[in-house]
């Protein structure tokens, strides 16, 4: 077929045979020629590919991904290069939407698309990823994968097709990005379009290619190179973070806050999640000092992040220590009311209802049990189906029992429950029982509704 586009599919492999089929067939219908650069394969990869029609070449590691990728932009005649690795894909509808766009720009000034970047896996594990210099856009997905399955997921943008020019290039021996040689590099924006998925970063990837470990290895050397590139350190504290090497992640997080320069976007994922990291680590340490010290830092630097308030409001409810987990939760739910979810409080973003529930539950340890009532019928009216929430309103219900009867309790769940359906009469029960709330639970059996 005459394709009026000419792009040539790039992509650097190594032991890909799990991956390489689908890696060469979502976009096959669209693409000029494909080309696949081998780096040591010893599993089928080479071979599977040569079958499926894509033109094989090798290049001899030499630990720099920059170095393998600009082999591979030198092999392709197309006009554009796409330029995604072995575990991204496009869904159908976005390699049409594609082909229109990159006619639309065939004549423009623009050198590359900035398409949205999601990492996703069918456990609904939250994964991101950022590229440093782009546009950062963060946003929830309830995703469908090309196998079918469903998870959450979390994009970024990134830039993976782009003008097949000698000017244009790439540079770091990991983390990599593009460069234009002769000046700016002009990206048109279609991240409401078109989207990269990417399902190399589960757990179990990572431990199967020992991505950790390989990362650790090119950060160091690239570090050499730029000693005082904060955003490297940050990258080798998620390496260690990553095998749970959490002191060693802990120092390097630490060196990239000394480093990282006075003025940065407040909406810098990256520089946030230094910080995010810090106070988990320093939290499960049970070091309260080094945590506090973290978290103003991290709030001054990062106004409209949540996440920092969630993440210390959680670990204090964990500890027990309520008034400090009430304080922190609710800071954090401001922080979503005020500046609403996008390139902040992701972890917040994803359990906004579960922040309310633990404050909720914070109430109540308390005290404060007409708040906790209000509280909990907030979070019951958007989803009747949370149990622990429930739970919390019937242990309130229960402390006051002296001014609230479990006949005007029974009442009050009416209007939140059909009890006479099956369904909604054992959840209730079930949640009177654990809530040891036996006069309730007595009620519910008896039928008296």
Request: with cysteine; charged share 30%; hydrophobic share 35%.
């Amino acid at each position: 077929m005459d394709k009026k586009i000419k792009i040539s599919q790039c992509m650097i492999v190594k032991d890909e045979e799990k991956n390489i089929r689908r890696a060469l067939s979502w976009g096959r219908d669209i693409m000029w020629e494909q080309i696949v650069v081998d780096t040591g394969s010893k599993d089928r990869t080479v071979e599977i590919a040569a079958g499926m029609g894509a033109k094989v070449y090798h290049f001899s590691w030499v630990d720099d991904f920059a170095a393998a990728k600009n082999y591979a932009i030198q092999q392709a005649k197309g006009d554009w290069i796409a330029f995604l690795d072995a575990d991204e894909y496009l869904q159908p509808e976005d390699t049409k939407k594609l082909v229109r766009c990159l006619e639309t720009l065939q004549n423009s000034r623009y050198q590359g698309l900035l398409t949205s970047w999601i990492q996703v896996d069918g456990s609904e594990d939250i994964l991101q990823d950022k590229s440093e210099g782009e546009k950062e856009k963060l946003k929830w997905h309830k995703s469908r994968k090309a196998d079918g399955t469903v998870g959450i997921a979390l994009s970024g943008t990134q830039v993976r097709i782009f003008r097949n020019r000698n000017s244009i290039c790439y540079q770091g021996r990991i983390h990599e990005k593009l460069y234009e040689k002769n000046g700016s590099f002009f990206c048109k924006d279609v991240s409401r379009e078109i989207a990269v998925y990417h399902t190399g970063y589960t757990p179990s990837e990572m431990e199967e290619k020992k991505k950790a470990e390989r990362n650790l290895y090119l950060i160091k050397k690239e570090l050499e190179d730029h000693p005082g590139d904060y955003n490297l350190m940050s990258y080798l504290g998620d390496s260690y973070f990553q095998q749970k090497k959490l002191e060693e992640a802990a120092k390097w997080y630490q060196q990239a806050v000394s480093f990282m320069p006075k003025t940065i976007s407040e909406d810098s994922i990256q520089g946030a999640l230094i910080f995010k990291h810090l106070l988990l680590i320093y939290m499960d340490a049970s070091d309260e000092k080094a945590a506090i010290k973290v978290y103003e830092e991290g709030i001054r630097r990062f106004p409209k992040e949540g996440d920092f308030d969630y993440i210390m409001g959680k670990k204090y409810v964990e500890r027990k220590q309520f008034e400090k987990g009430a304080h922190h939760l609710q800071r954090a739910i401001g922080q979503m009311e005020q500046y609403g979810s996008g390139a902040i409080s992701a972890l917040l973003s994803h359990d906004l209802i579960g922040a309310w529930e633990l404050f909720d539950f914070c109430l109540y340890e308390l005290g404060n049990l007409q708040q906790c009532v209000s509280c909990s019928v907030t979070i019951l009216k958007a989803d009747p189906w949370r149990k622990e929430t429930l739970k919390t309103l019937l242990m309130a219900f229960k402390k006051d029992e002296a001014n609230t009867s479990p006949s005007q309790v029974l009442a009050f769940l009416k209007n939140l429950y059909r009890l006479q359906i099956p369904e909604n009469h054992k959840f209730v029960l079930e949640a009177a029982r654990e809530a040891k709330y036996q006069n309730l639970a007595a009620e519910l059996e008896a039928g008296m509704f």
